[in-house]
């Protein structure tokens, strides 16, 4: 320990000896060195990248690939899914379960099918949140919402109250995503 706190000291004192006289270049250059030495002593391949982001990232976008009867009160099962990182989104039960508390960028579109009606809300656990309601189809309606999440709390789309179809094909036009602002 004592001897990788003097290689740490020694290596800051040559960046501030040669900050006046280098380039930007050179001092980044040092640094990363300085760093790459660190990672090495604590058992770290240098090689390994230093940003940690990739592994908090939590995302999701879902969507419905053909047309179907959504039952009073039921939740939408949005089937295919374009992004699921950190797995919070279920495909069974339509719901995104937050596996982090923060904020959340919430948002749904959905098309109601020709000549149909269909009227649903963005729900955070219990509570309704934000409606859509595109009328007789085919029309689409979004909502968007950003939403303080603790862990496990769960959001999904809910269908309002008569069976009625949710219009969607190969073009996605009704879908589901989320992701963590911080």
């Not at 949005?78 to 596996?99: E, R």
């Not at 269909?118 to 950003?146: C, R």
Request: hydrophobic share 35%.
């Amino acid at each position: 320990m004592l001897r990788t706190t003097v290689i740490v000291f020694m290596l800051l004192m040559m960046i501030v000896k040669v900050e006046s006289a280098c380039n930007t270049e050179l001092k980044n250059d040092l640094f990363q060195d300085l760093l790459n030495m660190m990672m090495k002593i604590k058992g770290y391949s240098p090689e390994v990248s230093t940003c940690s982001c990739q592994k908090n990232v939590i995302a999701f976008t879902t969507s419905v690939s053909a047309p179907k009867s959504i039952g009073p009160l039921e939740i939408v099962k949005f089937d295919k899914v374009w992004t699921n990182a950190g797995k919070g989104y279920d495909t069974n039960s339509g719901i995104f379960t937050a596996p982090k508390k923060g904020y959340y960028q919430i948002s749904a579109t959905i098309m109601s099918n020709h000549g149909k009606w269909f009227h649903a809300s963005l729900w955070k656990n219990d509570e309704k949140t934000v409606g859509m309601y595109p009328g007789q189809g085919p029309h689409t309606s979004s909502a968007s919402i950003v939403l303080k999440l603790k862990k496990g709390d769960r959001v999904f789309v809910k269908h309002h109250k008569s069976s009625q179809e949710i219009y969607s094909d190969e073009n996605h036009y009704s879908m589901f995503s989320g992701f963590l602002i911080s």
